[in-house]
């Protein structure tokens, strides 16, 4: 079990930055995958970055650039920094926490937070 409670949303400016938190019930660097997702409209999350416990990253087109993902080790803290950001960045955004269960493919699991809203508006 992995309980992930996210904080650091808010309402801001065209432009403006916000930094997100995400913190882990169980040591960050054994989960195998964290990342942050976004839900828009509709029932579907988006990726906006991953990183995984080799330290590699994944940023979806619309974070490259804007957005830097890093984590806390020491005290078991996911970070999304996002700058400059849109109206269309606008969305609640999840952290999720995957963990393998062994090599094969499709056993793992996933764990979300409840998230955090963001709202990008002048």
């Known amino acids: 079990q992995v309980q992930l409670v996210e904080s650091g949303g808010g309402l801001v400016q065209p432009g403006e930055s916000l930094r997100l938190s995400c913190t882990t019930s169980r040591s960050i660097r054994s989960i195998s995958v964290v990342g942050w997702y976004r839900r828009t409209r509709g029932p579907k999350r988006e990726v906006v970055a991953t990183i995984g416990n080799d330290d590699k990253t994944y940023y979806a087109d619309a974070a490259k650039g804007r957005f830097t993902i890093s984590r806390d080790n020491a005290n078991n803290i996911l970070y999304l920094q996002m700058n400059n950001l849109k109206p269309e960045d606008t969305a609640v955004y999840y952290c999720?926490?995957?963990?393998?269960?062994?090599?094969?493919?499709?056993?793992?699991?996933?764990?979300w937070g409840r998230g955090t809203q963001v709202t990008v508006s002048a």
């Open positions: 999720n926490a995957l963990l393998r269960h062994s090599p094969r493919a499709g056993d793992f699991t996933d764990y």
